[in-house]
DNA sequence: TTAAAAAATGCAATCGATTGCCGAAATTTA
DNA sequence: TAAATTTCGGCAATCGATTGCATTTTTTAA
């Protein structure tokens, strides 16, 4: 292999004599090709270190067996997971992946998808960035006759393939817990409710408290709190209030709870006696905490391999006019030392 | 957009009334294309809601603009966070990324590297997995002319790109970490030592030994530690010998480190006191046991744009005859509680 | 032995963008 | 006003694989 040049069909063809359609259709294994030219031209293949231009073949099918996928951080658990996922089952079916981060940029969102249709990806897989308030650029996916599907942080109002977790019975039921567990005034710490899944993890705070007919004290709500030192931060607030609280919902991560345990273990706090805490997500970390906390497993490397079989799934479905299908993971509650208030 | 294809560089040609080829060039901003009508064709493609088919293009040119990695596994810490580092800087460049995981397995990891020359990628980083001895198919992207980069754990024999960090040198600083302290027997937990990496970390502590005049003990040096699970078995072989070791590095990753450490806390065993503990790769959760863990940081993030930025340089370099060059970033040892047993 | 059917292969257009080369138009210079 | 430049724009080939259709070869049936 010293040329400069890549071996092509041509050079087959022309080493054997034949034409390059032949040897298309050999390397195809498709029909109509004499078995011993066959494997004459796979030999000849091999020996020449052939091996197929994917751009020239996706070029002339129109389709490129490729799925792109955006994510806002790839370095962050739940995503990499989720790419893991999506890249294992799609590398069963022959597919690859290009993986882009917007890094919770909506500009920059924007050009990934641009870049995605330019590459003429079979499929773009995304989790919107917090900025993305406007949709316009999800649609265009859709006008190029690209399957969309959203997953985690979804648009609610786009019609398109969803795979989403149950996020608002989820967090029903770790606070529905924490007040099992006795605790009377539990705060929320909420993220930006532009993104849907932290409207949702609010209302299953809300409806759970609600449903035990505890008030709702907007003094213990806190928005975007969903790192650890903003966690950390009004966590300071909300313990030095008149009336604290009992109990802390870090619903918008386990980051977030980390930072509550710290400023609560260095405020002497007891944790869970004089406070519960919740976090969201199920980090590697939350289990090794002291207390570990308690936090609710979003099963993100299945939700990546769900993602991609709904994509193959949906592409043998050759009935357009099916409604888009939303496919909900249920998460689940892992109770640790950090709630555990009673020995029951 | 109801059209079933999509807008080429011929329809605006048409609609236009002008050649195909001046849309080209007027896309591509370039020469000879009288201002006025370059607007105008800018305008009408923005009209049509053109998007350029990157397939044709990279075809012509020879080039995808694209960059190929291969990562034993996307969602472990330090890959996924190189590759959001390449992603990063790659990006900036115009550079798309497509991500394989070889799973550690040396059959998929072939496969990853026949995928991504028949896309046609400009350049392959990869780090290998720990079933790959046989170097074919890496010499085999060279063949192809494709750019190839090794990063952390590389094939020291090939004679490629590599950005790698300086392993030897850190572990030994960790080791006289831990002598300095005034451990007396200092067990290792090592790593496949098909890899040169984990070679390279037992050089690093045997190097360490040698230097204080220590004594080397076969009994101490356990292989095949590296997840949470063979840590944690291979501390409760060391603590139950007749005579046990007084510190522990965990060379092959902060998960065994955090294994020895669960098993110390389960025998009562005091740490720092009574054992030491030394990890590798400064996972998060390293700074949040208790105690927190001594560690080694890689710089991940900052590998990933070092990686890229090097392929971006070597491109402009036209010197074909130039020594591969080796860029070693200098790892950093993190001490924590779990080693500090003196105050000073 | 010959016609009909089936199998194998070749021809040439195609996918969409790029680019070397040439000619046309516009501009400058004499 | 004519000649010489310079600027624009078009033609057509090209990148490499695929595929509908035509043609040749082989096989089967009559």
Redesign the interface.
Known sequence: ?KS?K?TTIYDIAEKLNIAPSSVSRALNNSSYVKESTKKLILQTAEEL?Y??????S??RKGQ?K?IGVIVP???Q?FF??V??GI??AS?KQGY??????S?ESYE?EVQCV??L????VDCIVISISVETINYQHLK?IL???IELIQFDRVADELETLKVINDTLQASYEAVNHLITQGYKRIALLEGPQSLNIFRQRKEGYLQALKKHNMPVLNELMLENAWTKDLGAQATRKLLSLPNPPDAIFASTSDFSA?GVL?VATAMNIKVPAQLGICGYSN???TE???PSITTIDQFS?DMGKTIANLYFEEMKNTDVSATPKTISIKPKLITRSSTQRLTE
């Open positions: 292999m400069k890549r270190n091996k197929m231009n994917s751009l020239a996706n070029l490129s490729t951080r790839i370095n658990n990499s997971n790419i893991a890249e294992d590398y690859n992946l290009i993986i882009c981060q890094n920059k641009n870049t249709i330019n590459q003429h265009n006008d190029h006759h980390l710290e980090e590697d970390f090794i905490t002291s490397v």
